[in-house]
C-alpha cells in the first residue's frame, strides 16, 4: 500500500553544517509531496510541498528535490541553525484529501 | 490566517470513563480531520469529515467515534478510555483550494489513567 519512510528517528547536527533529511515513499500515485514541521510544543505547519512541474520548492532555506525515479524527497538545507531544532514529516496526499505522515524525524541543532 | 482551536488542550481521564475532545475551524473549509501523535509513529489519522453530518474512518479508527455536527465543529470521542489512548491529539482541516495543506490546531494532550 501508499507508504511513506523516514529512515533517521532522530538527528543531531553542529550549527552550521548541512542538513539532509531522508524521505522516500510508495505510491501508486502521488500529485505532490510535502514536508511538515513541528517546533517544540507548537502544532505541526508545512514547509515545503513539491511542485509538478519540477521545480524545486525553497522556504526558509530549506529546499527539497523529488526524484520519482527513485521515489524519493529528501529535505536539505546548507547551514543549519539552532532554530531549525524541530520535528519533519515527510508526507503525501492519498486517497480523497488525504494525507499519510511518516514517522517523523527530530532535528537537534548543537552550538 | 487559518485557524483552528482545540477544547480543551490537555486532559487527565480514568480508564472507562468517556472523553471528547472538540475542534472548531474558521477557514470554511471542508475537510476536517482528527490525528494522534506518539512518538516513532508520527501522525495517524483517526477520523475525518468532507461535510457536515457525516464522518469517515481513518487509519486507526478502533476506540474513537467523530462527529461532524457543522462545517465548522468536529469531536472525537472516546467512549471507554484506555491506557493506550494516552497520545497528542490534532485537529486539522483543508480543502481542494488549499491543494491538500492541512492548517493544524495547537493540540490536545490526553493523559489516561
Known amino acids: 500500500g501508499d507508504s511513506v519512510t523516514q529512515t533517521e528517528g532522530l538527528v543531531t547536527l553542529t550549527e552550521g553544517l548541512p542538513v539532509m533529511l531522508n524521505c522516500t515513499y510508495q505510491s501508486t500515485y502521488s500529485p505532490f509531496l510535502f514536508w511538515y514541521v513541528q517546533h517544540l510544543n507548537e502544532a505541526p505547519k508545512l514547509l515545503l510541498k513539491?511542485?509538478?512541474?519540477?521545480k524545486r520548492p525553497e522556504h526558509q532555506g530549506f529546499h527539497a528535490t523529488l526524484h520519482k525515479s527513485s521515489s524519493s524527497f529528501h529535505l536539505q538545507k546548507s547551514s543549519a541553525q539552532l532554530s531549525d531544532s524541530a520535528l519533519y514529516y515527510c508526507?503525501?496526499?492519498?486517497?480523497?484529501?488525504?494525507?499519510?505522515f511518516g514517522a517523523g524525524t527530530k532535528l537537534t541543532i548543537k552550538p | 490566517e487559518a485557524a483552528v482551536t482545540q477544547s480543551p488542550r490537555s486532559k487527565v481521564a480514568v480508564t472507562g470513563g468517556k472523553v471528547t475532545l472538540s475542534c472548531h475551524q474558521t477557514?470554511?473549509?471542508?475537510?476536517m480531520y482528527w490525528y494522534r501523535q506518539d512518538t516513532g509513529h508520527g501522525l495517524r489519522l483517526i477520523h475525518y469529515?468532507?461535510?457536515?453530518?457525516?464522518?469517515e474512518k481513518g487509519d486507526i479508527p478502533d476506540g474513537y467515534k467523530a462527529s461532524r455536527p457543522s462545517q465548522e465543529n468536529f469531536s472525537l470521542i472516546l467512549e471507554l478510555a484506555s491506557l493506550s489512548q494516552t497520545a497528542v491529539y490534532f485537529c486539522?482541516?483543508?480543502?481542494?483550494?488549499?491543494?491538500?495543506?492541512?492548517?493544524f490546531g495547537p493540540g490536545t494532550r490526553l493523559t489516561v489513567l
Open positions: 513539491s511542485f509538478t512541474d519540477n
Open positions: 486539522a482541516s483543508s480543502d481542494d483550494r488549499s491543494s491538500y495543506e492541512q492548517y
Open positions: 469529515s468532507y461535510v457536515a453530518d457525516s464522518t
Open positions: 508526507a503525501f496526499p492519498y486517497g480523497n484529501e488525504k494525507i499519510t
Open positions: 477557514n470554511n473549509h471542508d475537510y
